[in-house]
Structure formats: C-alpha cells, structure tokens
C-alpha cells in the first residue's frame, strides 16, 4: 500500500520502480480463482504436467487472447511458461551460443541486457523512432551482421512508450521472412492499452515468420504468479520443450495455471485487467500533465499504454547527474543511459506511473523540478 | 489414478515413470494450505517478489529443513527456486560457459545431461561404487581436467538408489576445498528416507566449501508446484541473484512460495512427507521382493530411500534389446546406458516404484520376466 499521505515526504518516490501498486494487485479475485481452483479438486496440478502446459489452462488462455487480440489464437500455438524473463532465458539458452551477435531496439528494457549478458551474447541496438522499430535501419545492419535473434518489444515499449505502426510491423515480418530472422517480441504491454489497441501483435504473423511472442500476467494480473506464455508454431515451440529444463521439470508452473484457469474462465482476468487500464491511464495522464506543467521545457511523448513515460531534459541536462541531485529531494528513476548496452540517451529519463497514486505522482514531479531547478546553469 | 484392476493387464507399465501416483498427491493438506494462505490476505505474494524468495516463506522452510536435517539451517542460506531443474539451468548460466569440462557421476540422472547439452558443457564421468561417488578417482580425473563443477546426488541416487558415505561426503568436501572445486549437489530425494537418514547433507558444509545444494518440493510434496530451494552461502547465492532472469523476474515464485509456507506452518508438509515415506518404503520392498523371486539371477541393491532401484540383467543381457520385448508385453523402463553421455551399464535398467501401487509393481515383473523369458539363449 502507499505510505499514509502525512508521510509521503519522507518516502522516496521511485519512479524507476516499474512495478503496480499493492492495491492494485487483484487480491480478491485471485482469492475466488484460487477457491474455485481448489473445488475441482483436480490433482493433475500437483503433478508434473504437460511439456507444452496444462491443455484446459491452454484452451483458456486461447480464448482469453482470441478476444482481447480480437485475432484467432489456436491452443496449439501456446506454450506456458513461468513468465517472460524465464521465456526469455530459455530462447537465448536454445536459439543462441556466447559470441552470437542479437539486435535489440535502442533502448530497450535494461535487464533484457542482463539475461543477454548472462547468455554471452553481442548487443547490437537497431534505432527506433515515433513508430517504433526503424526497419531502415534494421535492414541496413543486416547487411553487416548475422544476428542470432531480434529482441522487440513493439507496443508500449519499455523505456520508450512507442508503438510500432501496423506499416513497420509488415515491413519486420517481411525482413524476417527474407533473412530468415527470429523475431523475439516482448508483447507483456500489448493488452494494457488506455484506450485503443495496437495494430495486431506480432504473435499473430507467427504462421508468417520466425516469431516467438512472449506474454505473461505479471502486468495484466499479477507478477507474484510469475506465468506467462509463448505464442509460437509448434516447430518452434517444439524447440522450447526439448530442452533439458522443461524435459526434466515438466510443464513450468501447473498449480498456478489451475489457479488461473479459474480466473479466465470467471471473468475475473477480464474485469483485472480492464480495471487496470483504466487507473493506468488516469495515473499516465496525471503524470503527463504534472511534467508538462512543472517542466515545461522537457520532452515526452504521452504514452497510449504499458507503464512507461520516457521524458527528455532540456540543455543537454545529464539524467545520471541529476539522479543524486533528485535523490535528495526524494525522488529517483532510470536515466536514460541504463537502455544501451553502449554510450547514449544521456538526457533522457524512464518514468513510470504503474505504482503510485495520483498524489504522489504529482508530489513526485515537483521534486523532480527542485532536483532540476538545483541542478546549476542547465537548469 | 491408477487404473480399475480389469484394466490393468491392458495398460503400459512403465517403471520408467518417475512421478508419484496421482493418489499420492497432497490434495487435501494443499486445499488446506491454500485456504489459509488466501486468507493471510497477503498481497505482497502477487507482486514481485524478493529475489532470494519472500522472507517469511524462508524462515517456514529453514525451521523445516532444520527439524528434518537435525542441522541448522539459516534462511539466509536459502534461496527461492521453482524447482530443482530450473535451478540446475540457472547454476549452468551463472557458473558455466559453453566448452567449459563439468564431471558427473557414472550413471547420472538423464535429463541433468540435456540441460548440460543446452549449456554446451562437456561431460566427464566419475565411477561410483557401493558407497557412493569414487572420491580416489575424482582425485585422478582432476589431475586430467578443471571442470567447472562436480554434480552428484548423494542420497539415494538417481538412477542406482545409492547414497555416499559420511566418509566419502568428507573427502569430497576436502577435494573440493582443496582444488576449489564446485560442488552442485542434487539432494532432491534426501529426506526420503525408509527409515534411518543419510549422512548429513552436503548442504550442511556450504560453510566449509563451495557447495550448491539443490532441494525442491517435487519429490516430497508435489512436482506441480514448481517450488524448490537453493541452499549455500549468501555468496554463492548472490551470484545466482544478479543473473537478468531473476533481476528482472523477481523471486522466481512468490505465490506458491506463499502456500507453501502455510503447508510448512500448518505442520502439513512433514505429515505429507512421512506419509510418501512410508508409501514408498512399501513400494519399494513389494518391487524387490517381486524382482528377486522372479528375476533370481538379476542383480540388485535394495534401496534405503528415494524413487528406484537399479537392476542388473544377468548374462551379459542388453536392457535396450530387451525394451522392445518389454513393450510388447506390457512394461517399460529406462535402460542403464541413457544415464551416461558415453557408452557402458548395458545390461542395466531403472525402474521406479513410485508411480504404481504393490499388485501393478508386481504385475509389471512379471511381464518383466516374460519378456527376459522369450529373449533368447541369454535368458
């Protein structure tokens, strides 16, 4: 829960923390999942379960997604997973070797660099402008590299908030096609739009290209479930599930999809999300509007959806810089520099307005402007 | 549940299987756990998580390992996993590179190979003998090799029943400590005792040497939950921590974490444990009993604990010829040479008892012995 207003001052405001609030968790619906789950007494959720995932979970899930993607997503292309770090974890284990070069957007989200890192893998950042992905310049670096994977995160992207057009989307799907590219879409952000949907996700080329979507309920729902998805063709998928991990383990989280099955199929994981939304885009705007109006002279483009407002200073002010300066005021976030696995976006700053309230929010801006009214000349 | 007994003759029995028997699953003691966790009303079990895993839930489990272990176990040398495989992969990402050499014991269990084929390590195999790892030949092949890590199951091993002596787990720890070896012991069966204990776990020495103790709630709760332990020291476990797929993921399984430490509280999961103790010290006679009587001149150790019991077919009798036989009469199992990245143990074969209740277990040696039967001149 957020801190009783009479002590918001001595709390530090993170806006780095990129998770929902407490009272946003949806507590009472998991709790009638969780009863409804147990009332079936169904004991296959004890045990090992299915490589690919339990089957009526699946059917569940397809239907949940046919209807939010308003896109027919068949059972068979779903592959259950214990979210999307683990999902990506597990691409990079079987479709890369340490010293395979990968392209990731720039920026794009800071620890996917890690699991990369982990992976031994060589970074190199494809541009992205107000249309997200700048397949230009994708299909330029092509000409110099054989990257082993693309990783995209094409709506609501973190840091940024852009949104690939419905243009560049055919265009990747094209250049995936023609070089045999596999596509990695993070899509956990694709649902979670204020008021109209992205063009289709990128799941739904999977018949189309190498694409490997990686959806969770970690935003939509729940992180503490840590479930997710991958949208797939079986081929590909088939891939995922040879693995020694999944072999050994079975499915990747039985119980939980029990859990959330029953969700689905109440209602409950509809209600959750669209609940979200809609205190998502009131906590977008309020942050929006708080910069604008306090920082007059920075840059940002209002999200449409996901988490995230990415905010430009004015003259050249260096985010890492400021970060001490903010923290003493009692304010934090992510400088820019933290999206790159190389130099670059050094004015630049990812906010997100996912875990606080709309007071702290704008008590947040404010520090935020002492910070940069303290900062010296620049300021 | 196993099948009506008119069906029996017609179904596979396969000792190959390594799952409880659905019946043994704690349904009941986890609808209670589950109840009582929904109404702790905790909501902290649905965000991301810490990522050594929820403090509480770890104090629940060291008070249970401590009892269990008659050893003190700190919850800060516990961390968090969602079972004993996706800790093994995350060992091998963290503490491996591909090329890197890694010794197993001489037979191993199979799918642990696949995840060290997914990391691109190369498999040496240590002997073992009646007390468990040979620690003078582990001493000679380190002469020859700098592997990465030892991985050994110490008690009750997969796939020979075996369990390492008090003398042997000493002079591993001083090879260990002397060559700085990492130990990554899989001690998945180790409180699945018949009736006395093994010596101490390897856990207990993460103070005396670089130990990585993997535990999980598969085998003595349920494999569906996805919730296992990592046990060492806060060291080794931060390694672990500052991987990208548990920065960016979180604990690796907040809310079953959280069901679980209500099954611990409630004093639930040492009722389940003693339960399957007991349950599987039967099965395990009835299968041995039924081997001895009709397979006279096979070879055999009777276990002490775990899942299986390793079977030696006499006169040079080669188990992977003699499967097809199996099949056509009704019974499967693994044979010796799939626990080995090289050649050898032909004339081998697992077979578990945990999965089928004592008339199934004794109905499956006797197709057993059918098929030996109609081999040939060997049988």
Redesign the interface.
Known sequence: MPPPPQEQGAEMINFGNG??S??L???AA??TA??DC?AR?D???????ENQGDAAFRASLAAFLTRRYAWPVPAEQLMVT?????A??LVC??FT??GDTIFVEEPT?F??????????LTVVGIPIDGEGLRTDALQDALTRHAPALLYTIPSFQNPTGTTMSASRRDALIAISRAHDLLVVADEVYHLLDFDAAPPRPLASYAESARVLSLGSF?KIC?????LGWIHSTPELLGTLMR???V??????????SG?VRSLLDLGLADRTLDALRAVYADRSAVLCGALREQLPTATLVEPRGGYFVWVELPNDMRAAELLPRAKAEGVSFHPGGRFLSRDGFASAMRLSFAHYDAPTLVDGVARLARAIAGYGPAA
Chains 1, 2 share one sequence.
């Open positions: 998770q929902p407490l009272s968790l949806p507590t998991l709790r969780t009863e147990v007494g004991a296959s959720l004890l045990q090992y379960g214990a979210g999307a770090s683990p990506l974890d284990t079987r070797k340490p989200y620890l996917a660099l890690e699991v990369f890192r982990d992976h031994g970690s729940a992180p503490g479930l840590r693995s020694g991990v072999q050994s383990g079975g499915g990747l989280n039985p119980f939980t859990v």
